[in-house]
């Protein structure tokens, strides 16, 4: 944060989006966003970025704020770090002998394999790992996986947090059928507006990858009132698309943030050659 506030001109995305749109984009512009709505948000990122002076966007999950849910990668993380059992089958996946094992097994394996499935089956896979596992599911989220609430949410717009909604359970919006897409979009707007009364908002799909969303699903965001929605992959022209603005990740790797965020600059710095 104390990069982009040294060498770039941080902007809210709805700013920075309404700019664009009149054809007067800052330059060196960056916006910062969050994902879900973690409770580590509130107690450690936000903070830093009043500190650094810094306006950010936080897309929630709306029913894992409100405590319905819990987000399904923790529910898969929290099975398998906390089974006792030492060994573990599932197909052809196979493991828990060691942490690093326990953690590709999580991601290479069952995380990858939950992405290809549509809700209803992913729903199922997760219910077999805990019994096989021999674990009961904690109905809401543990302490390490927790959200933050909405009072914490008021309190952080009021020093300038810009929200968005992040569908209401986080399925991948292609793999579930009409009636539970308006679920997602129109549920999560309307708890928003309930519990903030927050009407203009954008929208951030969720996983955001290209395969996630397509135009059906872009014109019924549109058409329930959104601003604008959101992806989780790069391109050299992010902003092109308003109904799939792109984004560049940025996470422990602080070269790779670097790269991401100066672009050809970065190559020019790192190789001491002339860019024309």
């Known amino acids: 944060m104390k990069l982009i506030k040294k060498s770039f001109n941080p902007i809210s995305l709805s700013k920075l989006i309404e700019l664009h749109e009149q054809g007067i984009t800052p330059k060196h512009a960056v916006a910062v966003t969050f994902d879900d709505g973690y409770s580590d948000f509130a107690d450690y990122a936000f903070p830093i970025l009043q500190e650094e002076g810094i306006p950010v966007t936080l897309f929630i999950t709306t029913g894992f704020v409100n405590g319905d849910i819990w987000l399904w990668p923790d529910q898969i993380r929290y099975a398998v770090d906390n089974t006792k059992r ?13 942490p690093e094992n326990r953690k590709s097994i999580i991601w290479d394996n069952l995380a990858d394999h939950c992405l290809s499935l549509d809700n209803d089956r992913k729903l199922e896979l997760i219910e077999s790992i805990y019994k096989k596992l021999g674990l009961d599911r904690p109905r809401k989220a ?40 308006i679920r997602e979009l129109v549920g999560s707007r309307l708890d928003i507006i309930k519990n903030l009364d927050i009407y203009d908002m954008a929208f951030c799909f969720p996983n955001g990858k290209e395969g996630d969303y397509n135009l059906r699903i872009q014109k019924k965001i549109e058409s329930i009132g959104y601003k604008f929605a959101i992806a989780a992959f790069p391109s050299s022209r ?39």
């Open 238 to 276: 992010p902003l092109e698309n308003r109904w799939a603005v792109n984004r560049y990740p940025a996470g422990n790797d602080f070269e790779r943030f670097r790269k991401n965020v100066f672009g050809v600059g970065y190559l020019k710095s790192v190789a001491s050659i002339k860019i024309s």
């Open 86 to 98: 030492k060994s573990f089958e599932f197909g052809e996946i196979t493991g828990l002998h060691s």
């Open 142 to 181: 543990p302490r390490e996986y927790s959200s933050v609430t909405w009072g914490q949410i008021k309190s952080m717009i009021s020093y300038g947090l810009e929200i968005g909604s992040h569908s209401r359970t986080h399925p991948i919006l292609t793999k579930i059928d009409e009636e539970e897409l």
